[in-house]
């Protein structure tokens, strides 16, 4: 078991390196010298690590059990963050240990929070790498492992199991590397299709590139200051707006339209309430925000970005919202509790589970004035099972008990409540910015590098949605 964790995690951080190529490219072209080695040293040093493993275990089959798999996932995800955060400290950009882990976590896991107080004037390599490192985490790196390592295939479904997000974890094929290369082929498709929109729009091919890898991992991270605002472009926004929309949704939906059953689509009960949330908090935010901005096109275009960027957990801004009305900050405040839905690239609790949670209200009310009565939850026209409520129950006490321990380990910083309470939720949901010291125009440099180990921690947890790293805090998961 040892042996076949160790060589998973060993190919999938050559796979994570081998894409350093890109940004390695950029930095031949813009002769960003000190950037070339920060991305070939450890390109190197992870194909000589690899080819010394598999010398020695090239007679070892695969076996993996959900044990294993869980621990594989966990491992990958913390190693990829460590290997991210190289190139960030070969080059000096950020020198500390502790600030470059948190910045490559942060990349990895899509949340977008950032220890720099200065982007713009950094080079164009080393921000498309924080950039990249989103769209790798986005889809998620365990599966574009399964993706491109055929041998893989067996046991593939405990390691996408342990890394994908909702209550619920399926394939849509019958092999699970081929819902892998289905799920990353959408993604590749978005990926072009918004780069090529965002050229149109005006941003240059590395820019345009860098901020699709940003909004298709609902990330974050932007080789501006002022994020996406910086632009100032209408057109600009909505294409980030919509797309951002988009890659909350649930990968899988795309596949069953592009095999003809888009009616199946239209009948999911998680995409129709995600859409609700998304039309009734812009149209609110908008009337809110329609003084500052004078005209209602303006007031919707700041409203539906802001909106999308934190329900799906993006974290870009074009305003910043810390100095807009209570109310509005309220309602942008209610969505980082909410998420996009399972199966996407958005972070927090996800829309499934808020449904899951409303419609078993519903039938406690309803057993209260008929107490023989049988009811049951329907999903997507259909009676779900009832250990999906109590899987949802779990996870929200779990989640909740997180938030309040990360927003402790804030608060002993010295943050006041709004930051500390924000902080923590943007960390554990992945969303990035929060309010008042950790705001949009804000950044996450003035926590201890205690609390920014911490934070990694919070962040890979709450993309894995906890229990694949909370478990390794269970004595009854180190027993035979």
Same mark, same amino acid.
């Given at each position: 078991?040892?042996?076949?964790?160790?060589?998973?995690?060993?190919?999938?951080?050559?796979?994570?390196?081998?894409?350093? /190529?890109?940004?390695?490219?950029?930095?031949?072209?813009?002769?960003?010298?000190?950037?070339?080695?920060?991305?070939?040293?450890?390109?190197?040093?992870?194909?000589?690590?690899?080819?010394?493993?598999?010398?020695?275990?090239?007679?070892?089959?695969?076996?993996?059990?959900?044990?294993?798999?869980?621990?594989?996932?966990?491992?990958?995800?913390?190693?990829?963050?460590?290997?991210?955060?190289?190139?960030?400290?070969?080059?000096?950009?950020?020198?500390?240990?502790?600030?470059?882990?948190?910045?490559?976590?942060?990349?990895?896991?899509?949340?977008?929070?950032?220890?720099?107080?200065?982007?713009?004037?950094?080079?164009?390599?080393?921000?498309?790498?924080?950039?990249?490192?989103?769209?790798?985490?986005?889809?998620?790196?365990?599966? /574009?492992?399964?993706?491109?390592?055929?041998?893989?295939?067996?046991?593939?479904?405990?390691?996408?199991?342990?890394?994908?997000?909702?209550?619920?974890?399926?394939?849509?094929?019958?092999?699970?590397?081929?819902?892998?290369?289905?799920?990353?082929?959408?993604?590749?498709?978005?990926?072009?299709?918004?780069? $090529?929109?965002?050229?149109?729009?005006?941003?240059?091919?590395?820019?345009?590139?860098?901020?699709?890898?940003?909004?298709?991992?609902?990330?974050?991270?932007?080789?501006?200051?002022?994020?996406?605002?910086?632009?100032?472009?209408?057109?600009?926004?909505?294409?980030?707006?919509?797309?951002?929309?988009?890659?909350?949704?649930?990968?899988?939906?795309?596949?069953?339209?592009?095999?003809?059953?888009?009616?199946?689509? /239209?009948?999911?009960?998680?995409?129709?309430?995600?859409?609700?949330?998304?039309?009734?908090?812009?149209?609110?935010?908008?009337?809110? $925000?329609?003084?500052?901005?004078?005209?209602?096109?303006?007031?919707?275009?700041?409203?539906?970005?802001?909106?999308?960027?934190?329900?799906?957990?993006?974290?870009?801004?074009?305003?910043?919202?810390?100095?807009?009305?209570?109310?509005?900050?309220?309602?942008?405040?209610?969505?980082?509790?909410?998420?996009?839905?399972?199966?996407?690239?958005?972070?927090?609790?996800?829309?499934?589970?808020?449904?899951?949670?409303?419609?078993?209200?519903?039938?406690?009310?309803?057993?209260?004035?008929?107490?023989?009565?049988?009811?049951?939850?329907?999903?997507?026209?259909?009676?779900?099972?009832?250990?999906?409520?109590?899987?949802?129950?779990?996870?929200?006490?779990?989640?909740?008990?997180?938030?309040?321990?990360?927003?402790?380990?804030?608060?002993?910083?010295?943050?006041?409540?709004?930051?500390?309470?924000?902080?923590?939720?943007?960390?554990?949901?992945?969303?990035?910015?929060?309010?008042?010291?950790?705001?949009?125009?804000?950044?996450?440099?003035?926590?201890?590098?205690?609390?920014?180990?911490?934070?990694?921690?919070?962040?890979?947890?709450?993309?894995?949605?906890?229990?694949?790293?909370?478990?390794?805090?269970?004595?009854?998961?180190?027993?035979?």
């Amino acid at each position: 078991m040892i042996v076949s964790l160790i060589r998973l995690v060993s190919a999938l951080l050559v796979i994570v390196s081998a894409t350093m /190529l890109l940004p390695t490219g950029v930095a031949i072209y813009y002769s960003e010298v000190e950037m070339i080695p920060a991305f070939l040293e450890p390109i190197i040093f992870c194909f000589i690590i690899a080819i010394v493993i598999r010398l020695f275990t090239r007679n070892n089959k695969f076996k993996l059990n959900p044990r294993t798999g869980f621990t594989t996932v966990a491992l990958c995800w913390i190693f990829s963050s460590i290997l991210g955060a190289m190139p960030l400290m070969i080059s000096g950009y950020i020198p500390h240990f502790a600030d470059a882990l948190f910045e490559s976590a942060s990349g990895f896991t899509t949340t977008g929070a950032t220890i720099l107080p200065e982007i713009t004037s950094l080079p164009r390599s080393f921000n498309l790498w924080r950039m990249q490192m989103h769209w790798l985490g986005g889809m998620g790196i365990v599966a /574009l492992t399964v993706a491109l390592l055929p041998l893989l295939g067996v046991g593939g479904f405990q390691l996408i199991k342990a890394e994908t997000t909702g209550p619920e974890k399926g394939k849509i094929t019958p092999k699970i590397t081929n819902t892998a290369k289905i799920l990353w082929m959408t993604y590749g498709a978005f990926t072009i299709i918004q780069t $090529i929109l965002l050229m149109l729009a005006g941003m240059d091919f590395v820019d345009a590139l860098g901020h699709t890898f940003a909004t298709l991992g609902t990330g974050g991270f932007s080789s501006q200051n002022t994020s996406v605002g910086a632009y100032n472009s209408a057109a600009i926004d909505w294409i980030c707006t919509i797309f951002m929309f988009l890659a909350g949704v649930n990968f899988s939906l795309y596949y069953m339209i592009l095999t003809g059953r888009g009616k199946n689509v /239209l009948k999911n009960t998680e995409l129709k309430v995600y859409v609700g949330i998304l039309a009734i908090a812009t149209f609110v935010v908008t009337i809110i $925000i329609y003084p500052l901005y004078g005209t209602v096109w303006n007031s919707i275009r700041y409203s539906a970005f802001q909106v999308s960027s934190i329900m799906t957990t993006t974290g870009f801004s074009t305003a910043n919202f810390n100095a807009w009305p209570e109310a509005a900050k309220m309602v942008l405040f209610i969505l980082m509790f909410i998420g996009g839905c399972s199966g996407s690239t958005g972070g927090s609790i996800k829309v499934i589970r808020w449904v899951v949670v409303a419609k078993q209200l519903t039938n406690e009310t309803k057993r209260m004035l008929h107490p023989h009565g049988i009811f049951t939850i329907h999903l997507n026209g259909r009676a779900g099972r009832k250990d999906i409520v109590y899987n949802v129950a779990a996870f929200f006490f779990l989640y909740f008990l997180f938030v309040m321990f990360t927003a402790f380990i804030a608060s002993l910083n010295g943050a006041d409540l709004i930051t500390s309470l924000t902080a923590s939720l943007a960390l554990v949901g992945n969303i990035g910015p929060g309010f008042a010291g950790v705001g949009p125009m804000e950044n996450y440099s003035f926590f201890s590098n205690a609390a920014k180990y911490w934070f990694s921690f919070a962040m890979i947890a709450g993309r894995l949605e906890l229990y694949t790293m909370i478990m390794f805090f269970v004595p009854a998961y180190w027993k035979r």
